[in-house]
């Protein structure tokens, strides 16, 4: 009977050692994919937080292409408000390093004991150095955010692809695309819509292409497709 006894609470003994890893295993886990499929449903907040000239065009360019999702405009002041709320995207400027990026990210409270209420980095870009004069940000700003909404849509679909970020939608560039590496022969190109080819963009903090860091990127004159992206 002791026996009996000491076995019953060998084994009841191991089952509550084990309830806590079996909880756990059980805890529900919420993917970046997954965490963003109330993308398309939910508005993304611009963030105007100048110079005036750039946020025109970021204005500009927004109204015309921008849709994969609703979307509304605010300023920094709103969005300190507002960035805590896990039901609103936003998409806004960071520097880092002397480099501005395009970010996208959803909103939340950092603090949250809620997975699903927490802040979510979804994809940042880079698009201007911060001591570049040259203004030519403003003409492949509609790539920028063609290529921002092709990685949204592929993020949805793929895990993979949401966690490699802007690599994880380039495309292999055809054989007999032209591509064109100048900047002043690229800006043209670009510019004109030039059939069958692509334009290497370099990104850093003045511009040139000696200065680090130095983000480099290879996209499609007509279609915005994103061929390269690296450092």
Known sequence: M???????SIVFSFFLLMLPASLS????????????QDFKSRTTMVVLSGPAIRDAALRA????????????????????????????????TQKERGVLFLTLSKGGDPDSEDTMKKPLDIV????????????????????Y??????????????ETKAYMGLKGITRKLPKRWK???????????????????????????????????????TIDTEDYSLYHYGK
């Not at 969005?79 to 709320?85: F, N």
């Not at 955010?145 to 793929?158: G, H, K, P, R, T």
Request: with cysteine; charged share 30%; glycine share 4%.
């Open 2 to 8: 002791k026996k009996t006894i000491s076995l019953v």
């Open 25 to 36: 295993a059980q805890k529900k886990v919420y993917t970046k994919s997954m965490r963003m």
């Open 61 to 92: 360019e927004v109204t015309s292409r921008w849709s994969v999702s609703p979307y509304a405009f605010c300023t920094p002041a709103e969005y300190e408000k507002l960035k805590s709320d896990p039901e609103r995207y936003f998409l806004h």
């Open 145 to 158: 955010l063609s290529i921002l909404q092709d990685f949204v849509e592929a993020a949805l679909d793929s």
């Open 179 to 217: 591509l064109y590496e100048f900047p002043d022969e690229a800006d043209r190109a670009f510019k004109d819509r030039e059939p069958h080819s692509a334009v290497t963009v370099i990104i850093s903090p003045d511009g040139a292409g000696a200065s680090k860091p130095r983000y480099k990127m």
């Open 124 to 143: 940042s870009m880079p698009f201007c150095g911060e001591f570049d004069e040259s203004g030519r940000e403003a003409v492949y700003l509609p790539a």
